[in-house]
C-alpha cells in the first residue's frame, strides 16, 4: 500500500481516565514518553498499527482518536490537501527524533494526519 495508515492517537480532554479505560478494555501495554514539553503515551498493540494518546493541545477541544497515514513528504501532502479544499487543523509539526507531521479535515470536515517519518542517515 502506498500510503498506509501508520499510527493511531487519541487526544483527550482526561488522560488518566482514557489510560484507565483503554488500558483495562483491551490490556493495552502504555509507556509514558517524556517530549519536554509534555507527557506522551505510546500505546503498544502488540500486532498491528500501534498508537498514542495524549492530552488535548486545543483549549477548547474534545476528545478524538485521529488516524495518520505516512507520507513521503508531509510539506508536499499538506499543500496538495489544501489545493483540493483540506483545512489545515494543525500545521506541519517537528516531532523530535520520529518525523514531521500535519492534521487536516478533509472538505467533509472529518479530521486526518499525514506523517513523513524521520529518514535515516544511510551509511558511508
Known amino acids: 500500500m502506498r500510503n498506509p495508515f501508520v499510527h493511531v492517537e487519541l487526544v483527550t ?4 481516565k482514557a489510560k484507565s479505560f483503554y488500558g483495562k478494555l483491551f490490556n493495552w501495554k502504555l509507556e509514558d514518553v517524556d517530549m519536554g514539553d ?7 498493540v502488540g500486532e498491528g498499527t500501534g498508537g498514542g494518546l495524549m492530552k488535548n493541545p486545543m483549549p477548547d477541544g474534545h476528545s478524538t482518536w485521529i488516524a495518520y497515514v505516512k507520507v513521503a513528504d508531509v510539506k508536499k501532502a499538506t499543500k496538495k490537501a489544501k489545493s483540493f479544499g483540506a483545512k489545515i ?19 467533509t470536515g472529518a479530521m486526518l494526519g499525514l506523517w513523513e517519518p524521520k529518514r535515516k542517515k544511510k551509511k558511508s
Open 13 to 16: 480532554t482526561d488522560v488518566a
Open 38 to 44: 509534555m507527557i506522551y503515551t505510546l500505546i503498544k
Open 89 to 107: 487543523k494543525k500545521d506541519i509539526t517537528e516531532v523530535k527524533g520520529a518525523g514531521s507531521l500535519s492534521i487536516i479535515t478533509d472538505p
